[in-house]
């Protein structure tokens, strides 16, 4: 256990590290002084700042002063708007974060299950129509989903909103970025009418993202069940006569699931792309829509620090999911099920 711990934190540490080079390295191709791509100006006067801008300073020790800025929370100012990196990503990054863990709640909620189905069903009638349905689901490109999404729903049946977060009707606070928490904390009037309005608008964002995920999550999961059922060991308890859900809940549902971590996981850098997609066609206020913002006013220091912000974050919960499906099932290959 400590052995894999140390292997994957030192796997971690140095992908961190090539990505920071790569986003230090940034500034000195985009057009103008490197220095002032890096912190979007040349007034700032924090120490870091002012080591980094030296004339004497090499490039090595500017890196070093750029990662010491980096950890120190000054991410540079954006030339946009003028306001420090951090406030901006703060505030955005709970509306991308919200977005994603709803999406991904609901494809594991309906495609774990229905994957089950699929699997103990094995090439039976109600499994051709999974495996069909999520091949259809599969092959949508999200931006021509999330545009469909719009046309039938929004614009023709007018149910719900077809962009943004919240009505302007409602002024809810900021406390931890995500609008339904907001919501119930707050001390707003018609608290029920702006939850309601919040979780309309949150519906056809999280349904576009979350439509290739459920269909990932449902064909590796029914995968793995009839893999499972393939086995000597399931085969064996059906032959001593153990009722059929004994045989489930104790060796097919356990052994099934953990493939799930590691296709997860290969998931993740899949998703944060549908996420920003589906951000920018939506108008949702999250780091995606910024990010493609700052790409169109060439905003050099938003879209280094935006790059690097996502890629980390991607690193981070890849490498940790991996390595706790790594620590679950030391003997499995985790990239077995996510090449099927």
Same mark, same amino acid.
């Given at each position: 256990m400590i052995t894999t711990l140390i292997r994957y934190f030192n796997l971690t540490f140095l992908t961190l590290l090539i990505?920071?080079?790569?986003?230090?390295?940034? $500034?000195?191709?985009?057009? %103008?002084?490197?220095?002032?791509?890096?912190?979007?100006?040349?007034?700032?006067?924090?120490?870091?700042?002012?080591?980094?801008?030296?004339?004497? !300073?090499?490039?090595?020790?500017?890196?070093?002063?750029?990662?010491?800025?980096?950890?120190?929370?000054?991410?540079?100012?954006?030339? $946009?708007? %003028?306001?420090?990196?951090?406030? @901006?990503?703060m505030r955005l990054l709970p509306a991308t974060l919200e977005l994603s863990i709803y999406a991904v709640t609901i494809a594991?909620? +309906?495609?774990?299950?229905?994957?089950?189905?699929?699997?103990?069903?094995?090439?039976?009638?109600?499994?051709?129509?999974?495996?069909?349905?999520?091949?259809?689901?599969?092959?949508?490109?999200?931006?021509?989903?999330?545009?469909?999404?719009?046309?039938?729903?929004?614009?023709? $049946?007018?149910?719900?909103?077809?962009? %943004?977060?919240?009505?302007?009707?409602?002024?809810?606070?900021?406390?931890?970025?995500?609008?339904?928490?907001?919501?119930?904390?707050?001390?707003?009037?018609?608290? &029920?009418?702006?939850?309601?309005?919040?979780?309309?608008? +949150?519906?056809?964002?999280?349904?576009?993202?979350?439509?290739?995920?459920?269909?990932?999550?449902?064909?590796?999961?029914?995968?793995?069940?009839?893999?499972?059922?393939?086995?000597?060991?399931?085969?064996?308890?059906?032959?001593?006569?153990?009722?059929?859900? !004994?045989?489930?809940?104790?060796?097919?549902?356990?052994?099934?699931?953990?493939?799930?971590?590691?296709?997860?996981?290969?998931?993740?850098?899949?998703?944060?792309?549908?996420?920003?997609?589906?951000?920018?066609?939506?108008?949702?206020?999250?780091?995606?829509?910024?990010?493609?913002?700052?790409?169109?006013?060439?905003?050099?220091?938003?879209? &280094?620090?935006?790059?690097?912000?996502?890629?980390?974050?991607?690193?981070?919960?890849?490498?940790?999911?991996?390595?706790?499906?790594?620590?679950?099932?030391?003997?499995? @290959? &985790?990239?077995?099920?996510? &090449?099927?």
């Amino acid at each position: 256990m400590i052995t894999t711990l140390i292997r994957y934190f030192n796997l971690t540490f140095l992908t961190l590290l090539i990505l920071v080079m790569l986003s230090f390295g940034l $500034a000195y191709f985009f057009p %103008g002084d490197p220095i002032i791509n890096l912190m979007g100006t040349n007034k700032l006067d924090s120490q870091p700042f002012l080591m980094l801008s030296s004339q004497q !300073t090499n490039i090595f020790m500017q890196f070093w002063y750029y990662v010491q800025a980096l950890l120190a929370g000054e991410w540079g100012v954006s030339f $946009a708007t %003028g306001k420090p990196l951090y406030q @901006d990503i703060m505030r955005l990054l709970p509306a991308t974060l919200e977005l994603s863990i709803y999406a991904v709640t609901i494809a594991l909620i +309906l495609g774990i299950p229905l994957g089950f189905l699929a699997g103990m069903n094995y090439h039976k009638k109600i499994d051709n129509i999974f495996m069909s349905s999520s091949m259809i689901m599969y092959s949508f490109p999200v931006f021509w989903l999330a545009l469909l999404l719009i046309l039938l729903i929004s614009l023709q $049946a007018q149910w719900l909103p077809m962009s %943004g977060r919240l009505s302007l009707l409602f002024n809810v606070p900021h406390y931890s970025g995500f609008i339904l928490v907001d919501i119930l904390v707050s001390d707003i009037e018609n608290k &029920r009418f702006a939850f309601n309005n919040a979780v309309q608008h +949150l519906i056809l964002p999280t349904l576009s993202v979350s439509f290739i995920a459920f269909a990932v999550f449902l064909r590796a999961t029914r995968r793995s069940v009839a893999d499972v059922l393939e086995t000597q060991y399931i085969k064996s308890a059906q032959t001593r006569g153990l009722p059929g859900k !004994t045989i489930f809940f104790r060796h097919v549902l356990r052994n099934a699931l953990l493939p799930v971590l590691p296709i997860l996981a290969v998931q993740i850098s899949t998703l944060v792309t549908n996420v920003m997609i589906v951000e920018t066609i939506f108008s949702w206020p999250g780091i995606g829509d910024w990010l493609i913002q700052a790409i169109y006013e060439r905003d050099y220091p938003a879209i &280094r620090t935006g790059m690097l912000l996502v890629s980390v974050v991607v690193v981070i919960i890849t490498m940790s999911l991996e390595c706790i499906s790594q620590l679950i099932d030391p003997t499995r @290959d &985790r990239f077995a099920y996510a &090449r099927r």
